[in-house]
């Protein structure tokens, strides 16, 4: 399983964009990077999946490097309800006995 | 409203007293995993199912077991509560093009 590296914490304020860098150095050729978010008291929910280049939704942007070795979950103009930790991992998807691994996460603070 | 529930939500056990969680889907999720997440840390995968029928272990199986005799239900057992197992519970199914997703949780405490 690939290990994934992330800051620990990041504040920002309302309005601004936040950029979250994981680096995943040994992702395998076949695998997924996956952003969940993580409200106190609730179960992580699904933000954003790449394998390359970028990816957009309503939500966030993925950008990942031709090396694939790192990623960067970009949240535009946040408000304090995306205030949460932030999950990067990295694995295959339908592979039997595939699991998720979860580090540590970002702890994001937004600040008014 | 499709999604991952579980049950209980809370519950109080005293050490060696045993218990039964119940994670129910309706999403016809083949694969579903059970994940304890202990107070400012990441989630920790105990054991998981890759459909009916089948279990395998995660990163920290001991003391729990599990069972999967129904596809849309994992059941995750602790037969003798220790106070080291006080966490949140967490259930997740998985599909192929939409992600894993969770439960809510079940917060237990063994005193």
């Known amino acids: 399983l690939a290990k994934t590296t992330q800051p620990i914490s990041m504040d920002s304020y309302e309005g601004q964009e936040v950029n979250i860098t994981c680096s995943h150095n040994?992702?395998?050729?076949?695998?997924?990077i996956t952003w969940y978010q993580q409200f106190p008291s609730q179960g992580p929910r699904f933000i954003i999946q790449?394998?390359?280049t970028k990816v957009t939704n309503e939500v966030a942007s993925l950008f990942i490097p031709a090396d694939r070795k790192s990623s960067t979950l970009s949240l535009p103009r946040v408000s304090l309800s995306d205030t949460a930790v932030y999950y990067c991992?990295?694995?295959?998807?339908?592979?039997?006995?595939?699991?998720?691994?979860f580090g540590g996460g970002t702890r994001l603070m937004v600040k008014p | 409203n499709a999604g991952v529930t579980q049950t209980p939500k809370f519950r109080v056990l005293k050490t060696g007293q045993s218990m039964t969680l119940l994670c129910a889907q309706d999403?016809?999720?083949?694969?579903m995993y059970w994940y304890r997440q202990d107070p400012g840390m990441g989630l920790r995968l105990i054991h998981y199912?890759?459909?009916?029928?089948?279990?395998a272990k995660g990163e920290v199986p001991d003391g729990y077991n599990v069972s999967r005799l129904k596809k849309q239900n994992f059941l995750l057992g602790l037969e003798s509560a220790a106070p080291s197992q006080t966490s949140v519970y967490f259930c997740?199914?998985?599909?192929?093009?939409?992600?894993?997703?969770f439960g809510s949780g079940t917060r237990l405490t063994v005193v």
């Open positions: 997740a199914t998985g599909a192929d093009d939409y992600g894993y997703t």
């Open positions: 991992l990295v694995g295959g998807f339908l592979e039997a006995g595939n699991m998720l691994t």
């Open positions: 790449g394998y390359k």
């Open positions: 040994n992702i395998a050729t076949n695998d997924y």
């Open positions: 199912s890759v459909g009916e029928g089948t279990t």
């Open positions: 999403m016809n999720h083949e694969y």
